[in-house]
Each structure stands twice: as structure tokens, then as C-alpha cells.
């Protein structure tokens, strides 16, 4: 059971940009602009740290969620999705002339006591 699942025409915007861009990493991280969107960044473009939760593998990248924001959304399973329109990030489905969205949906009883024990 993952916290975390994409669109199939999500994941087809992730695997047109691993072949130009090679490993890649999903982060989520709540700040300022389009922070609280999930951005899409080259494996080595991002320093990772304690306050970062792992939430889940999506199209073969990991996906990760400043720990702040993820207290605002771990009693929700959430869906990456595209969408037409430039953010205002640095992801690398911008200059693509699309945005990667999150649509969320609260966790069933049984999902959320298996993803937040107590």
C-alpha cells in the first residue's frame, strides 16, 4: 500500500523527461510560489535531509515531502497528475508548458491505520 500513485498521462510526461534528463526525483515541499506542487528535478539537484519523508516510488522515481507540509497531508493518498500551464518552479516539465498537480483524497480507516500507526 503506497500514499502516492500518478496519472498515466503523468507518467508519461515522467518517462519522456528521465530519457532527456536521466534519474530523477519528485520533492514536495510546501514553500513559497509553487511549493506545495510537486516539482520534478534531476537526481542530483536536490539535497535530501531528516526533515524530508518518503512517501513512495512513482513511475520508477521516488517521491519525497518536506516533513512541515507532510503533516498537513499524511491522512491522504495523493495522485500526481499534468496539467496545461507554466508554474512558477524550477520542475522539469515547465519548459513543457505543463505543471505536475496533486489530487488528494482522505486515507480509508483501514488505509490510515496501516500509513500512521499509532
Known sequence: MQRIAITQEAANIVKQLK????????????????????????????YLDDSDVFLGIVEGVKF??????FEYWKHTHLTIDITKGRGASFSLEIP????????SRLLTHEENAILNPK
Open 19 to 46: 530519457e532527456k534528463h536521466g534519474e530523477l526525483i519528485f520533492h514536495q515541499s510546501g514553500g513559497c510560489c509553487d511549493g506545495s506542487s510537486p516539482m520534478l528535478f534531476e537526481k542530483d539537484d536536490l
Open 96 to 103: 513543457l508548458g505543463l505543471r505536475f498537480i496533486v489530487h
Open 64 to 69: 519525497y515531502m518536506n516533513q512541515d507540509q
